[in-house]
């Protein structure tokens, strides 16, 4: 995606996905399995070389796949990207989109990272992000809200470290 100076990637992280969300084609076909980090990277330098000054900015976690239910591969890519030997893509320009698993969130929270955090939660109620968000169920939009404000806590608190 170029805006202005920006080349943003999405990457995705499984093929397939568990979660069934009813707006995402991620999970139509079912899950397969989870990408490695070999495979991650390689979107990311695939779709370097498919750009013309060969340099990407930004990399939104977001593909196919709910990145955090490949937490292990997705940790070892972003330290991987982020490195000064490798990419060196800053932290604050990688984000983390999920559908909202809490405990995934708050571990992705201990990790020191200054990555983004991206919640899907298409519904302001429980009722409304049920229907078409079957982990609602089990991490409803209250719980999640409050996990995503310590989260962003946090992240501020690194900010001025």
Excluded: W
Aim: with cysteine; aromatic share 6%; glycine share 8%.
């Amino acid at each position: 995606m170029p805006i202005d100076e920006r080349r943003t990637i999405c990457v995705s992280s499984q093929a397939g996905c568990k979660f069934h969300c009813a707006f995402c084609a991620s999970g139509q076909n079912g899950f397969l399995r989870n990408l490695s980090m070999g495979e991650i990277l390689s979107q990311v330098l695939l779709a370097r070389d498919l750009v013309p000054d060969k340099k990407i900015t930004n990399i939104v976690f977001m593909g196919i796949g709910e990145p955090f239910d490949n937490y292990k591969e997705l940790l070892r890519s972003i330290r991987m990207l982020n490195s000064k030997t490798a990419l060196h893509i800053g932290a604050r320009k990688m984000t983390v989109s999920t559908c909202g698993i809490i405990p995934k969130i708050e571990q992705f929270g201990e990790e020191g990272l200054q990555v983004e955090l991206s919640v899907s939660l298409h519904g302001a109620n429980d009722a409304v992000r049920g229907a078409i968000m079957p982990v609602n169920k089990a991490y409803p939009v209250k719980a999640l809200i409050e996990t995503c404000k310590k989260y962003a806590k946090k992240d501020q608190t690194r900010d001025h470290l």
